[in-house]
């Protein structure tokens, strides 16, 4: 009788942590940098900065910064492109409209644009006034990618 008991404790156990490790949050990176978008705007972009993406079910919250642009910020994106090739415009982002400030937005995202975050095809764009096709960009990676470097 107690290995039963024991069985079914084990079996608990193993879906209490299933479930719990489901419901984990993901915490992913983006490092803003300029990224010049025509061969004219190379030496006219300027500024960093850094968001932060945490991952919960399908609701990404987001969370970031960013400095010395060239200019006013315009407006800021989620895009679905893979590393080093541009995309569309997946979701619209909160963001101060000036040279420096900050980044947010709380997203529900498809299962098709978790699996492109899972997979590193999403990233972070800032356009500004001077440069609006954009300014800063920075793709998005796994945190703990970053944590190891």
């Keep these: 009788m ?3 008991r024991l069985l079914a404790f084990l079996i608990s156990f193993a879906t209490i942590s299933l479930s719990i490790s489901a419901h984990a949050q993901e915490v992913y990176r ?3 940098s300029p990224m010049p978008t025509t061969p004219q705007t190379v030496t ?4 960093e900065g850094e968001v932060i993406l945490s991952l919960s079910g399908n609701t990404l919250s987001v969370e970031g910064n960013f400095s010395g642009m060239s200019s006013s910020a315009t407006g800021a994106h989620l ?12 979701h619209t982002l909160e963001i101060d409209l000036s040279p420096a400030g900050e980044i947010s937005a709380i997203l529900e995202l498809t299962d098709e644009l978790v699996e ?4 590193n095809e999403l990233y972070v764009q800032v356009h500004s006034e001077n440069n609006p096709p954009g ?3 920075g793709w ?7 944590d190891n470097l």
Aim: proline share 11%.
């Design 2 to 4: 107690k290995l039963g």
């Design 140 to 146: 998005i990676f796994l945190r703990s990618h970053f």
């Design 116 to 119: 492109a975050l899972r997979n």
């Design 44 to 47: 006219e972009i300027t500024g």
């Design 79 to 90: 895009h679905n492109g893979p590393p080093a090739q541009p995309g569309p415009v997946a």
């Design 30 to 32: 983006a490092r803003l």
């Design 135 to 137: 300014e800063l960009r």
